[in-house]
């Protein structure tokens, strides 16, 4: 093959390519024009052809991996596809959205070639010698680490919430059907059972209102969703969010969860409520336009990072904010 | 049923409830030190020996902790020994300094093979210093054994585990034969506290040391982290107005018009 090979794993949302792949499709080509290689997009999934034609808009070539084996995601089966799928196509560099499944199939797959994996990337680009440097928040976001890649492929989860989506350039990619011929026992576990949650978008709302600690009850979140019924008279997507403690103990769900280990946002508007600061979250909401925090301390690290802030009960600040603001909506 | 044996893996970190400010970036050793706090087993780890510990309240099991370490903060480590854990075992070695999460697993999976028969591996879903949350799906792939990856809650039913792993949205329940490894995430609960009595008691058990020797291991072999470099994030201080005065009420809507007067509602 000769060339490098950047291989991008695409993802599908309704039946067609998640938006969220054209982000990383922008990464992956950025190393493809850094080494003159070539910009390939991989497509898993049961008949997913559409979403390879969709995907040859934007790069050289696509693999199109189709099994009946993946209806469903099962990490092992995954891994085991991209595994010869990799072996054939030799890529420098395998890059994914950061996702509860890829940080699962990640390292299976770099283990196998005896190469690294590294997540939650905020950057990838060339060093010296044609390593693979990856770019990631360390020790809670209080570090930024450069980190060179051990071994090849090089592979890399990112967050690219901020990139800009790849345009189409008027690339007609090469379809290539890849058979990985898989075998279902490979899967060393099996899923029973499903509990789906609520559709969570916090990475598209404009305004969040989180909870945290201070919050602690059923009551408590009664109130913040009051001031998103308030809200969503104003903006167009309104969302709950919470830190950590809330979802812990079981009051809001995980995709609920602002962090480290949840989501990274960037909304015009972040309400902290009840939530001191702990650098896990902070890390996950500091690209926020305006933070407000309502809390009880006024040593409270999330004053810090906040434009304002209420010391007080949230119970009494709120009745008080949500009157004017209705007022005012 | 037969007595389970349980590994729970341990790590111990800078405690990441620390205040920011006792976290020191050292560029030029690429390092981050922590001064003044002290060091904590990882949390994710304490949600994972939480896990055991839950199971040995329902079956007959023993649980054997591992920590792998360039030096072994034994006395944070002994909490694991006061809520009950029965055997501690510390593999030290200066070599053991930043190894990735694949030389760490490589480590780990000496040592497990050392303890010999055993039924689950438990580990936290990442560790709060380099978050790079593999070191348990790598152990898994080199013993060859099922991982179950971000799970809340486990059972055993008939040689085989059961556990609730975390989807996005949801979650899903996930079978697999013993064997097996899960990565616990803090949803599985925080770590008891232990009695007075038992921190007292845990102080004077012995714990078990195993040299690289002990294990058969080449730690030569071993890669370390190539960190090209490390620096302090981009400041995210921002100039918080307070908004004084009246009563809690009032200030609510003072914040109203502060939002309204800046366009922003």
């Known amino acids: 093959m000769g060339q490098d090979r950047i291989l991008v794993l695409m993802e599908h949302e309704n039946g067609g390519l998640a938006p969220i792949s054209l982000k990383l499709l922008t990464v992956g080509k950025a190393l493809a024009e850094g080494c003159s290689g070539v910009l390939c997009g991989c497509v898993m999934g049961r008949a997913p052809g559409d979403v390879s034609e969709e995907t ?103 967050r690219c919430m901020t990139q800009e ?62 001031l998103i019924h308030l809200l969503h008279k104003r903006f167009g997507a309104v969302e709950l969010g919470a830190s950590r403690p809330l979802v812990d103990n079981g009051l809001l769900p995980h995709a609920r969860q602002v962090g480290q280990t949840g989501e990274r946002v960037s909304p015009q508007i972040y309400f902290a409520i009840g939530i001191s600061g702990s650098t896990q979250h902070l890390s996950g909401m500091i690209g926020s336009r305006k933070i407000v925090a309502i809390n009880q301390s006024d040593e409270a690290p999330i004053f810090g990072v906040s434009d304002y802030g209420v010391v007080g009960r949230y119970e009494e600040v709120l009745p008080g904010f949500m009157r004017k603001l209705e007022e005012m909506v | 049923m037969k007595t ?108 497990v093979e050392k303890v010999g028969e055993y039924d689950l591996i438990l580990t936290g879903r990442q560790s709060a210093d380099w978050d790079s949350a593999q070191t348990g799906l790598l152990l898994a792939e080199m013993l060859a054994i099922p991982a179950i990856n971000l799970v809340k809650g486990a059972e055993i039913l008939e040689g085989r585990v059961e556990a609730e792993k975390l989807r996005r949205i949801g979650f899903e329940t996930v079978r697999a034969s013993l064997p097996a490894l899960l990565t616990v995430s803090s949803e599985a609960g925080e770590l008891r506290m232990p009695s007075i009595k038992a921190v007292l008691e845990a102080r004077k058990k012995p714990l078990t040391k195993w040299t690289v020797q002990d294990l058969v291991l080449d730690v030569t072999a071993l890669r370390t982290r190539n960190i090209v470099s490390l620096s302090a994030p981009p400041s995210t201080a921002r100039q918080c107005v307070f908004i004084e005065g009246g009563s809690a009420e009032e200030k609510g809507e003072d914040l109203a018009l502060r939002l309204r007067q800046d366009g922003l509602i």
Request: glycine content about 8%.
């Open chain 1, 56 to 158: 040859a808009l934007y790069v050289d070539e696509v693999y199109t991996l189709d099994d009946a084996n993946f209806s469903s995601y099962q990490a092992d089966l995954y891994a085991s596809a991209l595994e010869t799928l990799v072996k054939a196509v030799k890529p420098s560099v395998l890059l994914m959205n950061h996702s509860y499944e890829n940080v699962e199939l990640g390292p299976k797959v770099a283990h196998r070639f005896n190469s690294e994996f590294v997540p939650d990337c905020a950057e990838v680009e060339w060093g010296e010698e044609g390593r693979l440097l990856c770019t990631k928040p360390v020790y809670g976001g209080r570090a930024i680490a450069v980190i060179g890649v051990h071994g090849v492929p090089g592979v890399a989860t990112m």
């Open chain 1, 165 to 226: 989506p790849l345009p189409r350039q008027g690339a007609e990619g090469r379809i290539i059907l890849f058979d990985v011929a898989l075998d279902s026992s490979l899967a060393r576990s099996e899923t029973l059972s499903v509990v789906e949650g609520e559709s969570v978008n916090l990475g598209g709302a404009e305004v969040i209102v989180s909870g945290g600690r201070g919050i602690g009850s059923v009551e408590g979140i009664e109130q913040l969703q009051k």
């Open chain 2, 4 to 111: 389970l044996t349980i590994i729970v893996c341990l790590k111990t970190v800078s405690d990441p409830e620390g205040p920011i400010s006792a976290f020191e970036v050292q560029p030029e050793e690429k390092r981050v030190l922590a001064k003044g706090i002290p060091p904590v087993i990882n949390p994710y780890d304490e949600n994972a020996l939480e896990l055991a510990l839950r199971l040995k309240d329902r079956w007959r099991s023993r649980i054997v902790a591992i920590n792998v370490s360039a030096k072994a903060v034994a006395a944070v480590l002994k909490k694991a020994l006061a809520v009950g854990v029965d055997d501690l075992i510390l593999v030290e070695n200066p070599a053991f300094d930043d190894l990735t999460s694949e030389a760490a697993a490589r480590v780990l999976s000496a040592a």
